[in-house]
């Protein structure tokens, strides 16, 4: 369960703040761009969930309103530490942001135009761009495991795509879909179920 905590003793506050400054630093162009590191701090360095967790995490905080790493980063600080934990990851998360914000607004307005400028924001999205593929890498690894569930990813990754299906829809479809695959599973009497296999 994601609201599940592990025991508090095994990160502290600090550890958990850093751990999301340091994604809201070195990562650009939102949320989705941070997933990998979120990734590494959280499942690789220290182990505060799985990756099965991690995909649960992400699938709910993405259907909710806000930003999908802000989101990800108050149930991870939440599920280490409680409410405490939630606000150091939080507030980890965000001090990069209003440091840039500042300094966009007191500097770079007064460099627009300029080429050298323009060149470096454009090989800032274009390494955005590789973060993102590998956290949907990441993500697919563990999500899609059988031909349903393979099936729900194309289907709603061309909705979005190919004919302007919001997300959230997208979420709440792939949601219905995999809860009647188990009730059909589920409730499927064993007969059947040996027959087709």
Not at 78 to 98: E, S
Not at 139 to 164: Q, R, Y
Request: include cysteine.
């Amino acid at each position: 369960m994601i609201f599940m905590r592990y025991d508090s003793h095994r990160s502290s506050l600090i550890a958990i703040f850093l751990a999301f400054l340091r994604t809201g630093c070195f990562t650009f162009s939102g949320g989705l761009a941070m997933l990998p590191l979120i990734h590494r701090e959280a499942v690789e360095k220290n182990r505060w969930l799985n990756e099965d967790e991690l995909v649960d995490i992400i699938s709910v905080s993405q259907s909710l309103p806000g930003v999908i790493a802000l989101n990800v980063s108050v149930f991870i600080g939440y599920r280490v530490r409680g409410k405490a934990g939630a606000a150091a990851a939080v507030l980890g998360m965000t001090i990069p942001a209003v440091i840039s914000i500042i300094l966009i607004i007191t500097t770079l307005f007064s460099l627009r135009g300029n080429v050298v400028v323009e060149k470096i924001f454009s090989g800032i999205v274009a390494g955005s761009c590789a973060l993102i593929l590998s956290a949907a890498y990441k993500v697919g690894k563990t999500a899609v495991i059988d031909i349903p569930s393979a099936v729900i990813a194309i289907v709603s990754f061309a909705g979005i795509i190919c004919f302007g299906v919001h997300a959230a829809w997208a979420i709440v479809m792939g949601a219905a879909v995999g809860t009647v695959i188990y009730l059909v599973s589920r409730y499927t009497p064993p007969n059947i179920r040996n027959f087709k296999r």
